[in-house]
């Protein structure tokens, strides 16, 4: 039934939906107007057939279809069926689908496509400082960061941090929240190491070389700081958070970067190089491995190993065949020296990637190479680059909606886009009026939102003409209450103010959609006349068909002759191992032997040497039955490759009418076809068509 559904959907027609004053009524039904632009949207997008010629005949008929049509989502609607439960949630699910792609800014998502892929065609080695701070920290909190990581940036610039500097950072750092709790607990152990980084940045304002470098290990919060250095080797679009990935391809080579903010934290970075993306490589390799705590001799004879190795791929021998045998690294000398496909990224050593990606052709192979773990030889198999923008645009999509940074930019756009389009006005002064009636209940979240009742429900926000007031602020306040301890109640509240101006210019725009795009109307209305469509002719044809027992045994009474058995035979089957028992079953069926007598004697040696089928068997459904159709047994034996088969034919049936449970599924079909035809001619008597044919005459 769930197909019939798909199948009603997919033949439902479409409408143009917006009429004008120069669109006249092409027909009524019922005097309900349907206007040209309907009934000609529907004829184009159903009439697109190449064999079918745009002619006045092929439009004519053409209206019986669509007056049907139209009548059977007017009876659906007089019966109530668009209101019921299921059909409105399974829309609703459908709309929400439907309104996805228009509900961020399109132009926003097609240049974030384009921009990934421009970045893709290059790689960027960069290295960065990470100053942490929690997405949802306090303004005092992110304020402390902030300033922590701009003198650090200051000082990378050979900028000092003045005493005034340092004066105006305690005092932000002995108000930040850390540091508040652990001076109240007697513990002064982050504010004198917090104090202490900010003082030791004057002597790195003192230093000559990679001031970056040296900074990184002693500042940087990210975990294994001290040992990177910071260093994210190479990476491209994708690979980094979005914020970090823009700071990245801002900044100049050989740059510091602005102060950037992710999810993580506050961040700078150098860039250090750009080059063009070199892709993913698939290689294999013979490996001649230092062993640990190697000695000089010991990485001498790796040395003359793999050398002996060269010298044989040098004379012919297969690369594949030398790993096998050669290679230490066991992980890929079975594969024949295969490795995973690998880019480069600094997850293998800079002189293994570089000899790697210096061949120039498939099945190259490099010389003798060292790395800090042995001696390689490399052979290229394939290199993957980047494909041209159209062979991955789908790709791009999926990437950039899997994106958290990439993903919000359509729909930050759109919010403004919206607001500026339906003349967004704000009164900021009447939002912070609910502070008088938020207290710390709402922190532990058994506030009430009737409390805001007394404010007066002035205006917070215009969009549209559709005011925004108080109370509806309140209701949504109460709606994103949850237990928060230690809050800032008026910076929680301005969160949530935010996350509700975003939800209602959003839910705003979905309301208009119907409005602003033909298509989605169209799509839209396709889809809901295809739901109440199928719902219809279920309840009045394909259901009742197979509920209605009574009626359809009366339809079958009187239909009875149609559904007859052509002549049949009953046969019995006597499958035999050889020919001798063939000649037994013969013997034993002219003594009138009966069936169970047979086998019982028969089988007393082996149950192998005859077993029975007892089958009905229609004229020309087996050739070995029709050469043998008469009452009696079979003259001859029927044999093949295993065994002698003796036939015998008990009856032959003469045609005759099937009962209604051996026809059941063809008169269930043949029942719904006449319910349809019913129905049908119920609807045509039921809504009356009058056509304008000087309108008709019109439609091109």
């Not at 002597?203 to 040296?214: C, I, M, Q, V, Y």
């Not at 709402?442 to 926000?461: C, D, M, P, R, V």
């Not at 910076?491 to 210019?505: L, P, Q």
Request: charge should be positive; charged fraction near 30%; aromatic fraction near 10%.
């Amino acid at each position: 039934m769930k197909n019939k559904r798909v199948v009603a959907a997919a033949f439902v027609m479409a409408y143009a939906g917006f009429a004008t004053a120069q669109d006249p009524v092409v027909m009524t039904i019922n005097d309900k107007p349907i206007k040209r632009s309907e009934f000609e949207a529907v004829y184009h997008k159903n009439n697109n057939n190449k064999d079918v010629t745009n002619n006045a005949k092929s439009v004519k008929e053409y209206v019986d279809l669509f007056s049907l049509y139209k009548s059977k989502v007017f009876e659906a609607e007089s019966l109530g069926l668009d209101t019921v439960r299921t059909f409105k949630s399974e829309l609703a699910g459908y709309r929400r689908q439907l309104a996805a792609p228009y509900l961020t800014d399109r132009n926003t998502n097609d240049n974030l496509l384009t921009e990934a892929y421009e970045r893709m065609k290059t790689e960027v080695r960069a290295s960065h400082i990470l100053i942490k701070i929690d997405e949802t920290a306090l303004p005092k909190d992110t304020l402390e960061a902030w300033t922590r990581t701009n003198l650090i940036r200051n000082a990378i610039l050979g900028k000092a941090a003045s005493p005034s500097d340092i004066s105006a950072y305690e005092k932000l750092l002995k108000n930040s929240t850390d540091v508040i709790r652990q001076l109240k607990g007697k513990d002064s152990a982050l504010y004198k190491k917090r104090m202490k980084e900010v003082k030791d940045l004057t002597e790195l304002t003192k230093e000559s070389g990679d001031r970056f470098n040296s900074a990184a290990p002693k500042f940087s919060e990210e975990p294994g700081a001290a040992e990177t250095k910071g260093d994210l080797n190479y990476f491209s679009a994708f690979d980094m958070v979005y914020p970090f990935e823009n700071a990245v391809y801002a900044t100049k080579q050989g740059e510091v970067s602005n102060i950037v903010r992710s999810r993580f934290g506050y961040h700078i970075l150098k860039v250090y190089d750009v080059r063009p993306m070199r892709g993913e490589i698939t290689v294999e390799h013979i490996m001649a491995k230092f062993p640990k705590n190697a000695t000089d001799q010991d990485k001498a004879n790796a040395k003359t190993k793999i050398d002996e190795i060269y010298g044989k791929l040098k004379a012919g021998q297969n690369f594949e065949d030398l790993a096998r045998q050669f290679s230490d690294d066991k992980q890929s000398s079975e594969r024949g020296g295969l490795m995973q496909p690998f880019k480069s990224n600094g997850r293998w050593p800079k002189s293994f990637e570089d000899a790697a990606y210096a061949l120039k052709k498939d099945n190259d192979y490099s010389e003798p190479i060292m790395t800090p773990h042995g001696w390689h030889i490399i052979k290229r198999l394939s290199v993957k680059t980047l494909p041209p923008y159209a062979d991955i645009k789908t790709e791009l999509k999926n990437r950039v909606s899997r994106d958290n940074g990439r993903s919000q930019m359509g729909r930050v756009a759109l919010i403004e886009r919206v607001k500026k389009e339906n003349g967004f006005k704000e009164n900021l002064k009447n939002r912070d009026e609910l502070m008088k009636v938020l207290d710390s209940t709402y922190l532990k979240a058994t506030w009430k939102a009737e409390s805001a009742a007394k404010l007066g429900n002035k205006e917070i926000f215009n969009l549209g003409g559709k005011s925004y007031t108080q109370n509806d602020f309140a209701k949504f306040l109460e709606t994103q209450m949850s237990f928060r301890q230690n809050a800032d109640i008026g910076a929680v509240m301005k969160g949530i103010y935010k996350t509700w101006v975003d939800e209602s210019v959003v839910a705003y725009e979905d309301s208009q959609l119907e409005k602003k795009y033909v298509e989605f109307a169209n799509l839209y209305r396709e889809y809901r006349d295809g739901i109440l469509l199928f719902d219809l002719t279920d309840q009045k044809v394909w259901s009742k068909a197979v509920k209605d027992t009574a009626g359809l045994r009366v339809f079958y009474e009187k239909n009875r002759n149609n559904y007859m058995w052509d002549e049949r035979a009953e046969v019995t089957i006597y499958k035999c191992i050889d020919q001798k028992v063939a000649k037994d079953v013969r013997k034993m069926l002219k003594e009138k032997k009966t069936e169970k007598q047979i086998t019982d004697a028969l089988n007393k040696t082996s149950q192998l040497n005859v077993s029975v089928e007892n089958i009905t068997y229609l004229k020309g459904e087996n050739k070995n039955i029709d050469a043998n159709w008469k009452v009696g047994i079979a003259e001859n034996d029927i044999q093949d490759e295993k065994n002698y088969a003796v036939l015998v034919v008990s009856k032959i049936l003469p045609k005759s009418p099937k009962t209604l449970a051996e026809c059941r599924g063809n008169a269930t079909a043949d029942y719904q076809n006449y319910l349809d035809k019913e129905w049908l001619a119920y609807l045509k008597g039921k809504y009356i068509v009058k056509v304008n044919e000087e309108v008709l005459s019109t439609v091109k």
